[in-house]
């Protein structure tokens, strides 16, 4: 059964605090992916690593950066939080290549941060 | 303007109920079209795919691509309370095998 699993369900943070959020997969999948999700605005990409210390911005980088030491894990880091990077927070992972249908992204259960 | 335009909904329907889920999109370079599953503090799983255009049935459930008009649709049959979830669409051209572009996500009510 694939799984990706975050470290926390729910965290609060004060303002100005680091926070490090951690996603572990145990598919052995080359991708992984952050992405922010908020009411009305879908999932928005923040940041993607295709490969063991590689990373690429999504569509909404600033104020995150990421680490990719093993290919199983991938972690999110917010230097600075604020009040707007309140959100819930997806984690996923999925194949590089394949000769079929490789879009499929598996989700964590998602984090849900609250700074204030 | 999004690429991909989903309207979030609710959309809230009685049990036994055809559904029909549906988003728009801009880019005709679009390929691969799904449709994620999303319970309350759950993160989305894949429901359907389809690739290029038609139509796609499994179960209850039917993925349609209506490529000439930019437009994709999910229907659920017979919905049934355990249905109720957010409902994501993504898509992706076909030559980048990571980038998903997603829209809003429609929150679905079957009541009993």
């Known amino acids: 059964d694939v799984k990706v699993t975050q470290s926390s369900r729910y965290l609060v943070k004060r303002t100005g605090e680091k926070v490090f959020l951690e996603c572990v997969q145990d598919?052995?999948?080359?991708?992984m992916f952050w992405y922010r999700q908020d009411p009305g605005l879908g999932l928005r990409l923040i940041y993607f690593?295709?490969?063991?210390?590689?990373?690429e911005k999504g569509d909404i980088p600033e104020g995150y950066s990421v680490s990719r030491e093993k290919k199983e894990r991938f972690s999110l880091i917010l230097e600075s939080a604020s009040t707007n990077q309140t959100s819930m927070y997806l984690c996923?992972?999925?194949?590089?290549?394949?000769?079929?249908?490789?879009?499929?992204?598996?989700f964590g259960p998602g984090t849900r941060l609250t700074v204030l | 303007q999004k690429e991909v335009e989903q309207d979030p909904g609710p959309l809230s329907v009685p049990e036994g109920a055809i559904v029909s889920l549906n988003c728009t999109y801009s880019?005709?370079?679009?390929?691969?079209f799904m449709w994620y599953r999303q319970y309350s503090r759950k993160g989305p799983e894949l429901l359907m795919y389809?690739?290029s255009s038609g139509n796609k049935e499994d179960g209850r459930f039917t993925a349609q691509v209506d490529k000439s008009s930019k437009y994709i649709s999910l229907f659920i049959r017979d919905s049934q309370p355990s249905d109720s979830a957010t409902y994501l669409c993504?898509?992706?051209?076909?030559?980048?095998?990571?980038?998903?572009?997603w829209g809003a996500g429609t929150k679905l009510i079957i009541k009993p």
């Open positions: 598919m052995d999948h080359e991708n």
């Open positions: 389809t690739y």
């Open positions: 880019n005709s370079a679009f390929q691969y």
């Open positions: 690593s295709y490969d063991v210390k590689m990373k």
């Open positions: 993504a898509m992706s051209r076909v030559d980048s095998n990571y980038q998903l572009i």
């Open positions: 996923a992972s999925s194949l590089r290549d394949s000769q079929y249908f490789n879009n499929e992204q598996f």
